[in-house]
């Protein structure tokens, strides 16, 4: 079962998303974390970059 994004004015489907399982999930979010800590430790001079 696909995910649509619907325009509410138009009622119009803007895109369809196929859902994730439950371990692409996890691993989505472990990527995200790891990136936020390296982010995070980042200097101001390296995020300008």
Do not use: K, W
């Not at 696909?2 to 692409?24: D, H, K, M, Q, W």
């Not at 472990?30 to 300008?48: D, P, V």
Request: proline share 4%; charged share 20%; glycine share 2%.
């Amino acid at each position: 079962m696909a995910i649509a994004s619907v325009n509410p004015a138009t009622g119009e489907t803007l895109r369809e998303f196929a859902p994730l399982t439950s371990a692409e999930i996890e691993t989505r979010l472990a990527r995200a974390e790891i990136a936020f800590q390296q982010h995070r430790r980042s200097t101001l001079a390296e995020l300008a970059n």
